[in-house]
């Protein structure tokens, strides 16, 4: 496949390791190894090295990293578990990564105003078993176990975003390194403000381009009384989408509701060991009282029944959850295993509720001629839906194919008030899409943004918006 490629910096980028060397000693890797794991993500995009990965383990260190590299003009890629999608680890123009895993403690829990502050490192399965005595939890899942540093910069979601929101709505506040050294905090942990501008929503989503994040205070929630889950198939997949707009216009607060179409459903059969009907289905979840779940549950019964949903079957056994949800957290592997030796590339676009069943039902028409296995599954409850197009790394035409369905499939969001990506995020796999999507006013107020913050550049260069020539 076509890459473009970007001009790797001529800056003294040895100097940089060299010192970095001198001053941290192993916490600093020229393997090659090493240095290709963090040039890559898991999407499709190729493997792009930084020049040395340095393992920092604490603001400080982080610190002087920052500085030195902002002393030589060198690029810094900010790393968590590069789990993200549209390559925003690749040190596109060379440059230092700084991985956060080391940086991977809780640093304080407040059951009593429900928020806790973590560093970077640490993983959201990590923080949920930290808490498991506390009677707390975090909600926030993307389907892999990334750290909450990665999560913050990619403003990441997952399947309980319907009812708990995104990382824009958990994060309270944030510690960042700035591209000159300089540290700052955003916000108190007061839950509300009027006090300025909000720089910890600037921070989350950015993506490592204006700053390292080296601290972050979440939002936390009671585990709830109650939780029960139930999958439904459907005749079509309009009918599955109906039933889901229904349940989200009537003010039904389910905790999760997932769509899978069929492809997907029989691979997770397959990779998953679930006997499920291979048709469109939904995955619900529902919390609170043990009488608000079995209340609810018993709504959206009723709304899939009116939409010729069968098998609707709910649960409150802790183990039948846990498979459902592993499944569908394993969804994108499950995907892989359809195609031995196969490349995934999982795309996301958001839309309106009420546009939903359009952008949906257009794609599902798209899909028909596709020559690749496809799967579209969604956190519909939000809008969001995503394909995994399951590749040939030996066919280049597939992935030009799938690059033209992921292009319809953004631009029939954008026209239907959408976004071009729902939480996985820009990179620069969807760099060309933001600028589109925002428009050439909102994208230069965007530059002026990171310009003011980082005059040189040097925050992972070549993600997010286009800045320069280079570009
Ligand atoms: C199987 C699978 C399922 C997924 N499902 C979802 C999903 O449901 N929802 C979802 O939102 N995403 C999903 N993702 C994407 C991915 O998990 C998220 O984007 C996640 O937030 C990335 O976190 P990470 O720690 O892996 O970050 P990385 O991949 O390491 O980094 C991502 C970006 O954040 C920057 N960054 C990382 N740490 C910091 C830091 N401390 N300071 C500043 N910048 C930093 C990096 O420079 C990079 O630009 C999925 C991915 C996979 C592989």
């Known amino acids: 496949m076509a890459v473009e490629m970007m001009r790797r910096r001529e800056v003294p980028t040895e100097s940089v390791i060299e010192r970095l060397k001198a001053r941290f000693g192993e916490q600093v890797s020229t393997a090659t190894a090493v240095r290709d794991q963090h040039g890559k993500d898991e999407s499709y995009h190729p493997i792009e090295a930084p020049d040395a990965v340095f393992f920092a383990r604490s603001t400080e260190d982080v610190v002087e990293a920052v500085k030195l590299c902002a002393e030589f003009k060198v690029p810094v890629i900010p790393f968590g578990t590069g789990t993200s999608l549209e390559g925003h680890v690749a040190a596109r123009e060379g440059g230092i990564c700084i991985d956060l895993t080391q940086m991977d403690q809780v640093l304080r829990v407040s059951p009593e105003d429900l928020d806790c502050t973590v560093q970077p490192g640490v993983t959201r399965k990590q923080l949920n078993e930290y808490l498991r005595d506390t009677g707390l939890f975090f909600p926030i899942d993307p389907g892999a176990n990334a750290s909450i540093g990665g999560m913050t910069a990619t403003r990441a979601s997952g399947t309980n975003a319907v009812r708990y929101g995104t990382m824009r709505d958990n994060v309270l506040s944030l510690t960042a390194v700035l591209a000159d050294g300089r540290i700052i905090k955003t916000a108190s942990r007061a839950r509300k403000s009027s006090a300025g501008y909000d720089l910890t929503r600037l921070f989350v989503g950015s993506e490592g381009t204006l700053g ?260």
């Open 212 to 471: 390292v994040i080296t601290e972050i205070t979440l939002k936390l929630y009671g585990i709830p009384e109650a939780i029960s889950s139930a999958a439904c198939s459907f005749p079509s997949i309009a009918a599955a989408v109906d039933t889901t707009i229904l349940t989200i216009q009537a003010g039904i607060p389910v905790a999760r509701i997932e769509l899978l179409d069929e492809v997907q459903i029989a691979a997770c059969n397959a990779y998953s060991k679930l006997d499920l009907k291979v048709a469109p289905t939904l995955f619900f979840e529902f919390h609170g009282t043990a009488a608000g779940v079995k209340e609810q549950a018993e709504m959206v019964a009723a709304f899939a029944e009116d939409n010729g949903g069968e098998g609707f079957k709910w649960t409150t056994s802790a183990e039948e959850r846990s498979k459902l949800w592993q499944a569908r957290h394993d969804a994108y592997y499950a995907g892989l295993s359809m195609r031995p030796g196969s490349q995934g590339w999982a795309t996301d676009v958001c839309v309106p509720i009420s546009n939903l069943a359009e952008a949906i039902n257009e794609t599902k028409k798209d899909l028909e001629k596709a020559s690749m296995p496809v799967c579209l599954v969604g956190h519909v409850g939000d809008g969001n839906f995503h394909l995994c197009f399951i590749l040939d790394p030996n066919k280049p035409e597939e992935f030009v194919e799938a690059g033209e369905i992921n292009e319809r499939m953004v631009k029939r969001a954008l026209a239907l008030d959408g976004t071009c990506t729902g939480e996985h995020g820009v990179g620069y796999g969807k760099i060309g899409f933001v600028e589109e999507e925002h428009g050439p006013a909102t994208i230069s107020v965007m530059r002026e943004i990171k310009r003011a913050l980082d005059p040189h550049n040097l925050m992972n260069p070549g993600k997010v918006i286009r800045i320069g020539a280079n570009h």
